[in-house]
């Protein structure tokens, strides 16, 4: 039946059309401000002897100078020039140790004011940790005593952190680091000539060689220079006095890794040739086992260029991949090969193989298993077995299997064999201990025979966190500790290998989450920490886990809050603001599990919609959106039509409960949220206005897969238009928002996505306005952008929601 036609009227001043520039940045109420500053609870880190608590201080948003310091954006990786590290990297300010016995308190000393603390690392002992000090022009690496509270400079020197992972490692027995530095005297960065030399040609001889869309890729020879000058390390083992030792010579290391027995160091060198179509991740690839002085023991693998990768999900590239250290032996190399090309199109009775080869590395490598299905990880133990998974993306399923890997003649024995999907059957995941070697192994129970695990225990009820042991043998599952109402408590870690202690994360709809020792037998719990609420002015936010069924019977689920002071008894229909992100699923049923608890704190943040409660809004936040395809369907064949449906029935459940006005209602989303924003303003009338914030809008700029699409444009066009709220354009009708930073670094949403929807709906004659964030990647960092967008949001929803009258027209 078609409804009628709704005239919005502003009690603002109503104009036919608006175009405008604005360079100033606003600012919203002050309770929105006090949101944005309120107080941030430190991070929480705990030594691995698990006698110590490091409280982390994490400062209030950066301001938009800090963003604006110089930036280079190199093969998919975005650093600044003037440290030598990344560029948009969080840190803290400070730390204090807690003693975990007595509860004392003590601040570290020794560091400057005002410090940019990043890369925290604790020793293998506990005893110290060191982190990087972020100076203008460096990086500098110190190290705090643990008994003496008091921190200092470790080396002289400047630390390189430009590339993936952490820049240095420690010895195993915690007396040094293998760090990579700023090669000494490597001169000035390569200058750019201003006349060119020359075009830059790409060329491809008949290979296919699909990818999908990234950012910030090498554009010239002067971006390969540039590469080569920032990228490049010299590895230098520190020790704890200060000294140091070069080992071999620079290169760019890709990762560094120390052998168990701390004996050999396995190096990922990164080579030429360079791409302008694929980041650094993808380019060619020299792995190689060094003695500690870094003579080359063992030349293991020269991988090429990965620029022919299918896009299809469960593609991989040929050769190793998955390269590490066994960590229950002292030094065997680990590896995987796909046996079918690394193209799941491709018929085989096994995909992937996996493999050792143990030191002095000159023998013939040891086949351990080989899986049907794409490898998904591996986890080493004590006692003689290791736990192999594997996974496929087409229909969700995984198995986990247990080898032996000192009796490769034994058959792999199956433990799991599961669907990703079923969170109601998750057994969880395996809980680890420290090996002797100070490495990572799993965390077995009698005799070896079981393995602790934990998960969230997802739930019809909710999520319902849980300690188990899983007996490998009988493969029967014995509950330890389950999460109780009203609380929501999750392990954070084991504090005896048995499970008897455990550190967890405790809270309610109305307590902060805090730190606990529980003593799983006898149910005591010691309060670590005493993080107070960070909003007091907003405590008073009423919260509630609801759920409700679509039209087509899937199960649905979503966070009400309603704001402070207002009765929900009272009869009165708020305003309301949806904020949702849709995600596909290949099972019904699947879709309409509970994926959150009842029991969360009701914990307010800028980022997402809470900021509507200020302004009288009921939120409807996390409001599950499933894109269900099953059988031969894929979820993307009635994307649109399932957005709508999920919409519908969001708003028929607010209306039931009497709380929202359906005539009042705005989506909002991120990223893909986003993008379902777009089109659901673009296909309906459900919505009065939307808010869509860094999204991606034509998916023909993306033609070779999206999120969970994949099949490329040319395979299935029909889809990629019918996605495309660009190419509905004409059809939004209601007032959208669009938000995006001007820097957005994410694969698909390019800052272009937002200037051209908005070009697109201006231009049809439709409400709209476009903000555009300058210095801001895909999140919202400075606090000017954030108060910023507070502002516009704010502003957007007041005027075309909240204040508008319903006019039925003939």
Do not use: C
Request: glycine content about 8%; proline content about 7%.
């Amino acid at each position: 039946m078609l409804r009628s036609l709704i005239l919005l009227i502003s009690f603002l001043p109503f104009v036919i059309s608006e175009s405008l520039a604005q360079d100033t940045y606003m600012t919203p109420s002050q309770e929105l401000v006090d949101l944005v500053d309120g107080a941030r609870s430190p991070s929480v880190s705990f030594s691995p002897d698990q006698k110590t608590l490091l409280l982390q201080d994490v400062p209030t948003l950066p301001s938009i100078a800090e963003l604006a310091h110089p930036e280079l954006r190199l093969a998919g990786i975005r650093i600044n020039p003037n440290t030598n590290g990344p560029s948009r990297s969080g840190y803290v300010t400070g730390f204090t140790l807690r003693d975990m016995e007595s509860g004392d308190d003590r601040v570290v000393s020794g560091i400057p004011e005002n410090p940019v603390i990043t890369n925290v690392s604790w020793s293998p002992n506990g005893d110290k940790f060191v982190f990087l000090l972020n100076r203008p022009n460096s990086l500098e690496l110190w190290v705090a005593d643990v008994s003496t509270a008091s921190a200092k400079v470790l080396t002289s020197g400047r630390v390189n952190n430009t590339y993936f992972g952490s820049p240095y490692n420690w010895s195993r027995d915690g007396d040094a680091l293998i760090v990579k530095m700023v090669p000494e005297n490597r001169g000035d960065a390569p200058q750019k000539t201003l006349i060119p030399t020359g075009p830059v040609i790409e060329e491809n001889l008949g290979e296919s060689r699909p990818a999908r869309t990234y950012q910030d890729l090498l554009q010239d020879s002067h971006d390969e220079a540039l590469f080569d000058y920032y990228f490049t390390s010299q590895l230098v083992e520190v020790s704890l006095n200060g000294d140091k030792k070069m080992i071999n010579d620079p290169a760019i290391y890709r990762s560094v890794s120390l052998s168990p027995d701390g004996n050999y160091i396995m190096v990922n060198l990164t080579k030429r040739p360079y791409s302008y179509r694929v980041p650094a991740s993808r380019f060619p690839q020299n792995i190689q086992v060094w003695s500690r002085d870094g003579d080359v023991v063992h030349q293991f693998a020269e991988l090429p260029l990965a620029d022919n990768v299918p896009i299809a999900f469960s593609s991989t590239t040929e050769g190793p991949r998955s390269v590490s250290w066994r960590n229950d032996a002292p030094a065997t190399i680990s590896w995987v090969e796909a046996l079918d090309g690394g193209d799941p199109s491709v018929d085989v009775p096994k995909r992937d193989r996996l493999y050792t080869l143990s030191a002095p590395f000159t023998g013939e490598p040891t086949t351990h298993i080989d899986v049907e299905y794409r490898y998904a990880g591996l986890q080493w133990s004590d006692e003689g077995f290791a736990l192999v998974s594997e996974f496929w993306r087409a229909d969700r399923h995984r198995r986990t299997w247990k080898i032996y890997p000192d009796q490769p003649n034994m058959e792999p024995e199956l433990v799991f064999d599961l669907s990703t999907e079923d969170r109601y059957a998750d057994p969880g995941s395996p809980e680890y201990r420290r090996s002797a070697f100070g490495t990572w192994v799993l965390n077995t129970t009698d005799g070896g025979s079981s393995v602790l695990m934990s998960g969230i225990g997802a739930t019809p009820e909710g999520n319902r966190p849980f300690l188990s042991k899983f007996n490998l043998e009988t493969k029967e599952t014995t509950e330890l500790w389950r999460s109780e109402s009203p609380y929501y408590e999750r392990i954070i870690t084991l504090l005896d290998e048995d499970g008897t202690r455990v550190i967890t994360r405790r809270e309610a709809v109305d307590v902060q989450p805090n730190f606990f020792i529980r003593n799983i037998e006898t149910g005591d719990l010691d309060q670590l920490t005493h993080f107070e609420h960070p909003t007091p002015q907003l405590k008073d936010v009423y919260k509630e886990f609801i759920q409700y069924e679509r039209a087509d019977g899937v199960q649905l689920s979503a966070t009400l809050y309603l704001p402070p002071g207002y009765d929900k008894d009272s009869g009165e229909k708020l305003p309301v603001l949806v904020w949702a992100y849709p995600r596909e699923f290949r099972s019904a049923d699947a879709a309409g599990q509970v994926a959150d608890s009842p029991y969360r704190f009701a914990g307010m943040s800028h980022w997402g919609p809470h900021f509507a409660l200020t302004q009288g809004f009921a939120v409807v936040e996390n409001a599950t959106m499933p894109i269900v395809g099953e059988g031969d369907a894929n979820p993307n064949d009635t994307f649109v039509e399932q957005l709508i449906t999920s919409s519908e029935a969001v708003l028929d459940e607010l209306e039931r409960r009497g709380v929202g006005d359906r005539n009042r209602a705005a989506i909002g989303g991120h990223s893909y949220g986003a993008f379902m924003t777009a089109n659901l303003l673009a296909h309906s009338r459900i919505f009065r206005a939307g808010i869509a914030r860094s999204g991606a809008y034509n998916r023909t700029l993306t033609p070779f897969g999206f999120q969970a699409e994949p099949r490329n444009y040319w395979d299935a066009s029909h889809i990629y238009l019918s996605m495309s709220p660009f190419m509905h354009a004409g059809g939004i009708k209601d007032p959208i928002l669009f938000i995006h930073g001007a820097e957005d670094n994410n694969s698909g949403t390019f800052p272009m996505q937002s200037e051209r929807m908005y070009a697109a709906v201006s231009g049809l004659g439709g409400t709209t306005r476009l903000v555009m964030l300058p210095e801001e990647s895909h999140g919202y960092r400075a606090r000017e952008s954030v108060l910023h967008m507070l502002w516009e949001q704010s502003e957007w929803i007041n005027r075309y929601v909240k204040e508008a009258t319903e006019v039925v027209l003939e």
